[in-house]
């Protein structure tokens, strides 16, 4: 990305920079924007878009600007960069593909692998196809700026399509709840932080004009959409990035970083196995259920230990006839789309040995990373950025489940998140 190459200085054309730059703030628009903002959920169709031509044309468009955006790296001589950037993932792929020959339905789960990892790949390769820190900021600060911008014009001109209704087919107990563009207000809540960091990112990178008051709206916009969980961890997970950023052992980071997700662990999840987290539980000022979330963490725990090994296949268990049957649920278990936590959702699905090739790719790689980044003023102010947003989202991945999601646009944050810190731990960062 803005990467200086350890072996060769790279040049292409004008039109080859601007068509670089065009495409990757094509693939922020897929993620960001997504191509169907504003979804009507009022309408039924919007309660099957699996089955409709929407979600093809989301694996074409994916397909289409991976091609391309690998064509024009490998044009600039940087594959085996992103090959660097994106290897701690490697490993993790082939127990993946294991579990797709074990799955209780292959052909869906070998679809919804290839997007996640094609998703997976355009993360990857977004960094490279700018060419500096301030080009690669002010992509985002676009992405960031259209996301906010359009949610609030949402909230004013048409707050039917912008705010959950008592007469949405989906999720009419929200209502009142602001989701802006998207369809859920907790995936709107999540890209706020998101939207939070790029502005707070912009704002270091010299544009505080532009990037404070996007973070600031951003940030108000959380209380209102009921987003309750990434409300509390935007906090909390800034608080730990700017901790660990001050340390300078890699264990003191690590214990920094991960022991209070392992303790949110323990009584969350943890609290459907141990009384004794059960307990401490019940003396917290707090919801024990997790707004209703308890429910499917047992059932989903009761579930992973039938089939601990493989798991379930890859995205193959929430809908699938395992449930639809009534071997596992005959209720509101054959509504459910995750087990709302993202651990917990891949142990039920890739089984216990993909979890923690998960843990390793995901947790620890990253955090390894950011130990090594490069002692250069871009380096080190790219490589704060990407620590919040990868921070964030392991935190919230205890209340949702997006690792390995597809095309959704926490999964591609994330993977942005993760390749950016190896990246600025390998190569001198572009001003």
Known sequence: MAYYSPIHDRSTTQFGD???????????????????????????????VETTGR???????????????????????????VLAGTAPVFVLSGWLFLTVLYSSDPATSAQRLTLSLVTYALAGMLPWLTRGMHQFANL???AASSV???????????????????NDLLENAQAGDWRGIYQHKNQAAMMMVVCAYIGWFAARTGKPLIGVPIAIAALVFLPFSGGKSAFGLVFISSGLAYMVARSRSFWWR?????????????????????????????????????????????????????????GYGFEAFWHSSTIESGSEGVGWERFAHTSHNGYL??????GLPGLGLLIYAFVVTPLRDFQRTLQTPENETLAFFFLNVW???????????????????????????????????????RP
Not at 62 to 80: H, K, P
Not at 272 to 286: F, G, Q, R, V, W
């Open 18 to 48: 601007l068509f670089g730059l065009f495409v990757a703030l094509a693939t922020l628009g897929i993620f960001f924007i997504t191509l169907e903002p504003f979804p009507n959920l009022a309408d039924a169709s919007t309660a099957l």
């Open 55 to 81: 979600i093809a044309s989301t694996y074409i468009a994916c397909f289409i600007l991976a091609m391309v955006s690998f064509f024009i790296i490998a044009l600039r001589g940087d594959i085996g960069h």
């Open 140 to 142: 985002l600060l676009i």
């Open 148 to 166: 906010v911008v359009l949610s609030y014009l949402g909230i004013a001109l048409f707050p039917h399509l912008a705010i959950h209704q008592a």
């Open 254 to 310: 690590a214990v920094i970083a991960l022991g209070p997700l392992a303790l949110i662990g323990f009584l969350t999840v943890g609290s459907m196995m141990s009384d004794t987290a059960m307990s401490i539980l019940n003396l917290l000022p707090i919801d024990p259920t997790f707004t209703g979330r308890s429910d499917i963490w047992q059932f989903a725990i009761n579930a992973a230990k039938q089939n601990y090994l493989t």
């Open 345 to 350: 959702d891949m142990a039920l699905t890739i």
């Open 391 to 429: 921070l964030f989202m392991l935190y919230q991945n205890m209340f949702e489940a997006f690792f390995l999601s597809r095309a959704d646009p926490m999964w591609f944050a994330l993977a942005l998140g993760m390749c950016g810190l190896r990246y600025t731990a390998r190569y001198a960062v």
